[in-house]
């Protein structure tokens, strides 16, 4: 039984929720990882660079996911209380937010460091001159924003089982492909 569609998101919608959800997983777990590696090995380097890209890959993606949101809104949550929905709301416009400002954050610091921004092994033009101190601050926001993101993200796990527990199956069916 297909979902009534304003009830259930779009493929694309659907497709590019997951493949951010296992992106910013792959993203956290090498970010935990990497900072506690040696300094000045062939590890580091590799887990800093596929770390730099993947995060770039990223940026444009929940930039195309943004387009699409805006391109079409989010199916209603009928049953939801009030409350519930501007928590919902709210929950995910800091998402996005953060989801925007954490890989912009990390390529602005890397721009201001001595070495070049790498995507996958391909030298970026070097937008800015090296800055030691906006270096710092935009890998201080870096990490403060990616933090902020994982806290949403569990607040966000959070309130899918809770919707889960109250309406079953039917809730998380909305962002399953059909």
Do not use: D
């Amino acid at each position: 039984m297909k979902p009534h569609p304003e009830l259930h998101y779009s493929r694309p919608a659907i497709a590019l929720h997951w493949i951010m959800a296992v992106l910013l997983t792959v993203l956290i777990a090498m970010g935990l990882f990497m900072v506690g590696l040696p300094k000045r090995t062939p590890a580091v380097g590799f887990y800093y660079n596929m770390h730099k890209s993947l995060g770039l890959v990223a940026l444009a993606l929940v930039v195309i996911r943004m387009a699409w949101r805006l391109h079409r809104a989010a199916p209603a949550l009928e049953t939801a209380s009030p409350g519930s929905r501007i928590a919902a709301r709210a929950t995910h416009v800091m998402m996005y937010l953060l989801m925007l400002w954490v890989p912009a954050c990390g390529f602005l610091a890397t721009s201001f460091g001595k070495h070049p921004v790498s995507f996958f092994g391909y030298a970026l033009p070097r937008l800015f001159a090296e800055n030691a101190m906006l270096l710092a601050l935009f890998r201080q926001l870096h990490m403060l924003f990616a933090w902020a993101l994982l806290s949403l993200i569990a607040v966000h796990l959070l309130g899918v089982i809770w919707h889960v527990r109250l309406e079953g199956s039917r809730f998380i069916r909305r962002m399953l492909p059909a």
